[in-house]
């Protein structure tokens, strides 16, 4: 039995993955206040109390805004504490699982002309990414064995109390108020159903140390506009509440062959949303 340490058990996934991985492990996922993971104090307490075999760390400052506006702030908690739990993790024999983020990859400007892969080159164009990307570094330099999953924009079916909203929550919104919503015509990326993202947590955990794209493919070419007009048609809405919004190009696509060769296979970003919303009406 695996003894599995989750930062920011009261978030979005964390708190999904405690559920999904509490069956057949004994799972700690303490809140930011049980557990500041940039504290070296808080985190050797955790260690020498918990004893974990994987450390699952999920927590963040994932606002991409508060991370341009505050980026020495954001980069304590997006850096140094990854960096912090890195190192006890290899101190301590622990796996680590680092929760990373697609806006690793794109500039704005350099792209391959397809979704990315694990092996492109890195040039994140946002805080949020750089800092992404520097702690996936530093966690695989202190612990060489992490294993660091670059997630996609999650969702789920049913809000929680005091988490975030997100596409499904804001399409079910503009349903019943009637009201429109700009939408990027050229912002190409994958969207993931969290439900789908807990649910292969486990096979995850025993993953090679490395990176892998780790959600749902958009190999549709499905703009942002085209996903939110699709979720309207599901919910039997007018799909023109979704208007668009002529934004610069963004291409943050990824290809996740080499985890689906794995044995970890995500659905289309387009055909999940539709089941989420469907389930849910």
């Known amino acids: 039995m695996k003894r599995i340490l989750i930062t920011g058990g009261s978030g979005f996934l964390g708190s999904r993955l405690a559920e999904a991985l509490a069956g057949e492990n004994t799972v700690w996922a303490p809140s930011r206040r049980e557990l500041d993971f940039t504290s070296a104090a808080s985190v050797a307490a955790a260690f020498a109390s918990f004893h974990p075999t994987h450390l699952v760390h999920c927590g963040a400052v994932s606002d991409v805004g508060m991370c341009e506006k505050q980026p020495q702030q954001s980069r304590i908690v997006n850096v140094d504490g990854p960096a912090l739990l890195a190192r006890a993790s290899a101190e301590n024999g622990a796996r680590m699982i680092f929760c990373s983020s697609d806006q690793v990859y794109w500039d704005g400007h350099t792209c391959p002309g397809r979704p990315w892969r694990e092996d492109d080159g890195c040039c994140p164009g946002t805080q949020y990414g750089r800092q992404k990307l520097e702690a996936e570094r530093l966690c695989a330099q202190l612990c060489p064995d992490t294993v660091s999953l670059r997630?996609?924009?999650?969702?789920?079916?049913?809000?929680?109390?005091?988490?975030?909203?997100?596409?499904?929550?804001?399409?079910?919104?503009?349903?019943?108020?009637?009201?429109?919503?700009?939408?990027?015509?050229?912002?190409?990326?994958?969207?993931?159903?969290?439900?789908?993202?807990?649910?292969?947590?486990?096979?995850?955990?025993?993953?090679?140390?490395g990176v892998w794209n780790f959600g749902s493919p958009n190999t549709g070419e499905i703009s942002a506009l085209e996903l939110a007009r699709t979720g309207l048609a599901a919910l039997g809405a007018d799909v023109n509440l979704a208007v668009p919004l002529d934004l610069p190009p963004r291409e943050l696509r990824m290809d996740p062959s080499r985890t689906a060769a794995a044995g970890i296979c995500f659905g289309e970003t387009a055909l999940r949303l539709e089941e989420c919303l469907r389930r849910g009406r």
Request: with cysteine; hydrophobic share 45%.
């Open 151 to 209: 997630l996609s924009w999650m969702y789920d079916a049913m809000a929680r109390p005091g988490q975030h909203g997100d596409l499904v929550q804001t399409l079910h919104q503009m349903a019943m108020s009637g009201e429109s919503r700009g939408f990027a015509c050229r912002d190409l990326r994958g969207v993931t159903w969290a439900e789908d993202v807990a649910a292969h947590f486990a096979a995850a955990l025993e993953l090679p140390a």
